[in-house]
């Protein structure tokens, strides 16, 4: 090749765009930043005061977990814009209404442009806290009385039971994530629980009932195409990381598990990946003295702080797409 010819088509191909070399759909690492607003929501608050221990009600631990994870979120990344939907023991924006509460938290978060929503929450099963009385057989005695058949006198054999009142201790422990799902035949992902036994939001104390938005409303079928398309997976993925924290912490992990009831309603009316984390059960005498303690609120929050750096750095190490002509 000549000089004259060289010179010239190498000006032409250092002076073409980069994209150029990039064939048509390629990847290119292109780092992006997608955390940049995390909503922190501790559950329950004020009237409102979720699932009882012996000693604790669920707003109060959700309320101080929520707020040390919230100071450990923001110590560890100082640009990251921390929003809560409470601060204090108090319903959510001070709403006088159980809808109207979980319609703010859910407000707050779409309009803060939230990147992520995680909700903090105690777990609850049983008949009380600590445990309960119950009267069970604990013996019979086989006896025979005259009974008349057919106008005639006969012997029949019954039994004459023995009763006591046996303690059941409240035992359910352990920690679960939820997300919302999607839809009851949709793909039911591998790593989501297959048990449905289903504690947390059920049982809630609340009297007043939340009505689910009707799926068969346009905008609402419109919501949820948007969360099964961008939002189940990022959130099945802090989901899962969380709940493998805890159990390197050594914690019982009842894994990650989907609902679409009223209970967790929020989670699917935030434009955004979400969560619910049940961090224990406050029916459980140990395991509610364990995320009332500074100890184990300690852990708790280094253990979801930990899901969130592996889940952040995994979106961000994530290539872009690049559209090239």
């Known amino acids: 090749m000549t000089k004259q010819f060289f010179y010239p088509l190498f000006l032409i191909l250092f002076a073409l765009p980069v994209q150029s070399f990039i064939p048509n759909n390629k990847i290119s690492q292109i780092p992006k930043s997608t955390v940049r607003t995390v909503i922190i929501d501790p559950g329950h608050g004020g009237t409102f005061s979720g699932a009882a221990g012996l000693s604790s009600f ?3 631990v959700s309320l101080d977990v929520a707020l040390k994870f919230g100071a450990a ?12 939907t409470r601060t204090t023991d108090a319903n959510a924006g001070n709403r006088q209404t159980l809808r109207e509460d979980l319609n703010y ?20 099963a049983g008949k009380r806290p600590g445990g309960w009385y119950e009267k069970v057989v604990v013996g019979k005695t086989r006896k025979t009385r005259i009974v008349i058949k057919r106008k005639k006198k006969v012997k029949q054999a ?12 409240n035992v359910a422990s352990g920690t679960e994530s939820y997300i919302w799902a999607v839809g009851k035949n949709d793909a039911k992902v591998n790593s989501v629980s297959k048990n449905n036994e289903y504690y947390g939001e059920i049982d809630s104390t609340a009297t007043e009932a939340v009505e689910l938005p009707d799926p068969n409303d346009p905008a609402e079928k419109a919501r949820m195409l948007i969360y099964a398309q961008q939002y ?3 959130s099945l993925t802090l989901a899962d990381l969380v709940e493998k924290e805890f159990t390197k912490r050594g914690r019982i992990s009842r894994g990650v598990k989907q609902r679409n009831d009223e209970g967790i309603w929020v989670l699917q009316a935030t434009g955004m990946p979400s969560v619910l984390v049940e961090i224990g059960f406050i029916s459980n005498k140990e395991e509610e003295q364990y995320i009332n303690s500074d100890k184990g609120q300690d852990e708790i929050v280094e253990d979801v702080l930990n899901a969130f750096k592996a889940y952040k750095q995994k979106q961000e190490t994530k290539p872009a797409a690049v559209t090239t002509n």
């Open 58 to 60: 669920e707003k109060t």
């Open 73 to 84: 979120l923001q110590a560890a990344f100082p640009e990251i814009k921390v929003v809560y």
């Open 105 to 124: 938290r859910a407000d707050l978060a779409n309009s803060s442009r939230g990147d992520l929503f995680i909700s903090f929450h105690c777990n609850s």
């Open 158 to 169: 019954y039994y004459e039971y023995k009763y006591e009142n046996v303690w059941r201790e």
């Open 232 to 234: 189940f997976k990022k």
